[in-house]
């Protein structure tokens, strides 16, 4: 258990008006989780402080380096006023997991969620209500060392952010269309593409930028050695439904493990869809789309819980799928997902915690 | 040109005394250079201040998604007391090849000279005068919006810090033993190795722990593709002498194109040195090492400009070159490149800039 000192804000800011459409990742609430790490001592000092400005010597590692890992959660008001969060240990698990390949000292498990609980808790009159809102959660790691070389850091700040944001794609559950990237990769096996650090998104931009350009609101990754097993989304798993069965990409070590991606493969089993997990090639799509058995494609992520893909464009060929609408698995995933992140529908793999 | 204001230290610092082993990177000048870029303004605001933290908000961009990149130059003080940069143009261009990647905005490379000569002038007296030292010049960018969402940022810091520094290897020119890399991967054609961005560092910290405790000071890395041709060392270029001719690996887009490598091919060439840029694999290397044809294998990089390299480690398999110690072309293109950086020997090539 940590010992969190609290110190709460003198200023609180005005909480944003019901009708705030809560543009993503741009407001943020009064109060921020903060902790340090340093050799020797271990992660020391964890508290809860006024939202504000961090201030680090020009020479911190993390400028230069890259040694900086985050993650991404929701918190949920439901119906009866509770405060339910998703599978948090997810998120503590796989923050240790990065931390480990980017030699980052770990977190125990309880003290992360525990430190989330506490700041959520502190600035629960910010999480939103209206239907497809909700209180974003940032945890992330920087390393603080002020110090010019290549090597792991011996001091961190260990964070959480929070910001109520409203449906990750103002139309609401509204069909994406993707761009496959052929010339640009964003992570090969071996590297840190199964990490959440910020090199992984940083390689990403270009690419995006490009497909922004050609009104493609999303860019799907191909692995970095064959140029042809596809690999994921942006920030999204995907999900392909073949001729009756759901596929998705392999965890490799070049993509991230995602959670949605995990509860998604255990709904469906449960369902009694066929689900596969295995390498699978822009080449079996193509061909899939071509005689029709490309039923259903959708993304999965923490932002939109499910995008279904409306079409893909992959050089020349652009392929529609469910004619740009929504498919009825896609539907029905965010529908339970939602309703159980919402205390709608039974949690009957206690997936939610109550903060 | 850029009308740089100024702000002259109060409290300047002590200089260090001249004793003083100067450990790299870890003691920095009285003065920096900041420039700020604003969406619809360009490059604003130009100028010299203190050396002091900066101040940022937990969210802004460069904490979370790693749009960062970083330079590195040195300026020397000469026997007659002039100050020298090396190829500083060099650098310059290769932020913008940086920058074009990642999305960040260019900088005219006329400004970025200036910037580092008109921050180095100021704090001239730093430039240590004891064999092997110099003054080693940081510039970097950082993304500082404050926005969580992968896209470029609309805000940038352009900083340049300074830091006196002694010998890379304090033991001197010594050869240096060196890892070769067969489980991670550093960076892979069409991601971002080519640019120098922190993600491409923080890929290499694990590999290079494991070296380090292995008795290696650095890593060597293989190509993410056939993990069999040679890419580059931690922070350096790598050459090798088989049977009289030098080669390098080609720059394919997974690897930086290092200032000290282009000026080492250029000075072999007018030395009659037959050069390759090729690729090369590291059965090739083991083939010449087996055969007696492996005569010499260095480094190059900016922080220690020529490090012979004594041994390779991969596998089982343990290389000695020039039976450990340093060999005749390493060891004369390290006089050469630092005496023309010190100006000591005829710069023909016009390389160096003068403050
Ligand atoms: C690269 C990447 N892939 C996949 C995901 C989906 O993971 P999760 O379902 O845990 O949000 C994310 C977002 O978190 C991501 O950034
Ligand atoms: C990855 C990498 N390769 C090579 C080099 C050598 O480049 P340069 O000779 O320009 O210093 C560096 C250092 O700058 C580097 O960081």
């Known amino acids: 258990m940590l010992d969190i000192k609290v110190e709460m804000t003198k200023t609180p800011k005005e909480l944003p008006s019901a009708d705030n459409p809560l543009k993503f990742g741009t407001i943020f609430t009064d109060h ?57 240990n997810k998120n503590a698990e796989r923050t240790n997991r990065t931390n480990r390949r980017i030699c980052i000292p770990e977190i125990p498990i309880e003290d992360f969620v525990q430190a989330v609980k506490t700041v959520v808790k502190i600035d629960e009159a910010w999480i939103p209500t209206k239907p497809g809102t909700s209180l974003y959660i940032r945890p992330f790691i920087i390393a603080t060392d002020p110090f010019l070389g290549v090597r792991p850091s011996h001091s961190y700040m260990f964070m959480i952010i929070l910001s109520p944001v409203g449906p990750y794609y103002p139309e609401g559950l509204n069909p994406v269309k993707i761009w496959i990237e052929d010339e640009y990769v ?59 069965t759901l596929i998705t990409p392999l965890l490799t070590g070049s993509i991230l493990p995602g959670v949605t991606r995990d509860s998604v493969i255990q709904v469906c089993k449960e369902w009694g869809l066929a689900v596969e997990e295995r390498r699978i090639s822009i080449d079996e799509i193509y061909e899939a789309y071509q005689n029709g058995t490309l039923e259903e494609v959708f993304g999965t992520g923490t932002a939109a819980v499910i995008s279904p893909v409306g079409g893909l464009r992959w050089g020349d060929q652009i392929m529609q799928v469910q004619d740009g609408g929504i498919g009825p698995v896609s539907q029905k995933l965010y529908d339970t997902l939602t309703g159980i992140q919402l205390g709608r529908i039974e949690d009957t793999h206690n997936w939610t915690v109550e903060v």
Chains 1, 2 share one sequence.
């Open 32 to 88: 921020m989780f903060i902790m340090n790490y340093e050799e020797g001592k271990g992660w020391i000092n964890p508290r809860v402080v006024p939202y504000q400005p961090i201030s680090l010597e020009p020479s911190a590692m993390v400028f230069h380096y890259g040694q900086e890992m985050f993650e991404g959660l929701k918190a949920y008001k439901t119906e009866d006023g509770r405060t339910l969060l998703f599978r948090p």
């Open 186 to 244: 964003r992570a090969v096996k071996g590297g840190i593409g199964e990490a959440k650090t910020g090199g992984n998104y940083v390689a990403s931009l270009r690419s995006q930028v490009k497909a922004h350009d050609e009104g493609y609101s999303q860019v799907m990754w191909l692995d970095g050695v064959d140029r042809k097993y596809i690999e994921e989304v942006g920030a999204m798993n995907i999900f392909f439904k073949i001729n009756g």
